[in-house]
């Protein structure tokens, strides 16, 4: 069966977010605060759909204080 990256990258960011505890208004203003231009319905929409490119992914991360971690099998 073949993975769906899609579903995958969505459940990624909003595990970050309830984590986080932080909501889609917060996280854009967060991203905007950050220099960045996002309205909250870009933002939601990239997250649901789950196309974003890897570095809206880091830029999440960064915002959220996360940290990536890279393990090879």
């Not at 769906?4 to 960011?13: G, P, R």
Request: proline content about 0%; overall charge positive; aromatic content about 10%.
């Amino acid at each position: 069966m073949e993975k769906d990256f899609d579903k995958e990258s969505k459940i990624f960011i909003k595990k970050i977010m309830a984590q986080k505890d932080i909501s889609f208004i917060e996280l854009t203003k967060k991203l905007n605060e950050s220099g960045h231009t996002f309205s909250e319905a870009a933002v939601r929409q990239k997250v649901t759909r789950g196309r974003f490119d890897f570095a809206f992914a880091l830029l999440v991360c960064d915002i959220l204080d996360c940290k990536i971690e890279v393990i090879y099998n």
